[in-house]
């Protein structure tokens, strides 16, 4: 049981990285095309040109929890199994609270929360689930 957990956990932690890989494109490469920011609810080119240093930064935000999310799946896989988790914890708990903030500050972006947050909400808790299963009275 404790393999397929670490197995799922990976699996979505990659799913997770690569979501925000291609939000980064988007944001932060993109953006200047007018179906990259009419995907993301703007209707002309001037509301795109006026939040598009802001969707510059963000996509670096997103690109920065997806190498993160690389960073703790090496480090698992190279033997560092306390900070990998660690890493993991953190960049995957980032992912999901930052899609619950999304959803919370406007709902007519609910399916795009679920897209940014579902994959690493799985791999949280399949990691937390292995954790548990694995030493249930240590700390991660």
């Not at 080119?45 to 939040?51: F, H, L, P, T």
């Not at 992912?95 to 940014?116: C, E, F, P, T």
Request: no cysteine.
């Amino acid at each position: 049981m404790i393999a397929t957990l670490q197995v799922l956990t990976v699996v979505f932690a990659v799913v997770a990285a690569l979501i925000h890989v291609l939000i980064f494109v988007m944001e932060s490469i993109l953006w200047p095309t007018p179906s990259t920011w009419r995907r993301f609810g703007l209707r002309s080119q001037s509301d795109a040109d006026v939040v598009e240093p802001m969707a510059f930064n963000q996509g670096f935000y997103n690109l920065f929890l997806a190498i993160g999310t690389g960073l703790g799946l090496y480090l698992l896989s190279s033997g560092n199994a306390m900070g990998g988790k660690w890493v993991l914890l953190v960049t995957l708990s980032s992912m999901v609270l930052a899609s619950i903030v999304l959803m919370i500050s406007s709902r007519r972006l609910w399916r795009a929360a679920l897209i940014q947050g579902v994959a690493p909400l799985l791999a949280l808790v399949t990691l937390l689930w292995a954790v548990a299963a694995h030493a249930p009275l240590m700390v991660i």
